[in-house]
């Protein structure tokens, strides 16, 4: 794994969570601090934590910054409330994004959900309790994020997300896991 600034970003599976790379590249490779992996278990296995929500965090000396989309409020809570009970972690600043309700909204998820995971190839990110391609949608507007194995595979899943009538835009953050 990479780490920058302490900066870890969780993409949804365990599986995900293993290959996870930072925002930028910029460091050689080095193992995760223990506090570090402790916050990345305990978020990626909270119960409702699923491929519509997005969590994040950063390291500061004992202070964790939790950032993301969730759909749900008890989520964002749920979160905080977890990490403060980490051994080491005095100060939790909870930046996370509660995503407005919307069933228009949660019709665009359920046709993304399809138009990606059905297709031969993504298919594998579905694999496990939280698949890898996390789809992140506030008023149309729609983000992936989260690793997959190959450029090309980015590359699907962008275009089956631009495909998916209703769909305003499309920011494609999937990371490709290095070799």
Do not use: C, W
């Amino acid at each position: 794994m990479k780490n920058t600034k302490k900066t870890m970003i969780l993409a949804g599976t365990l599986l995900a969570a293993a290959m996870m790379l930072p925002a930028s590249s910029s460091s050689a490779a080095a193992p995760a601090k223990p506090m570090e992996e402790k916050i990345r278990k305990e978020l990626v296995t909270l119960p409702f934590y699923n491929v519509f929500d997005n969590l994040a965090f950063q390291v500061n000396g004992d202070e964790v910054t939790l950032f993301g989309q969730v759909t749900r409020p008890t989520l964002k809570s749920s979160a905080e409330n977890v990490v403060k009970r980490i051994e080491g972690v005095a100060h939790v600043n909870n930046k996370i994004e509660v995503l407005p309700l919307s069933p228009f909204d949660d019709r665009l998820r359920l046709a993304l959900f399809r138009a990606i995971y059905s297709y031969p190839g993504l298919d594998r990110y579905a694999l496990g309790a939280i698949p890898g391609i996390h789809i992140i949608v506030n008023n149309g507007n729609v983000r992936l994020e989260g690793v997959v194995a190959r450029e090309m595979d980015k590359n699907i899943a962008n275009l089956r997300a631009n495909g998916v009538a209703g769909v305003f835009s499309v920011e494609n953050n999937l990371r490709v896991a290095s070799k």
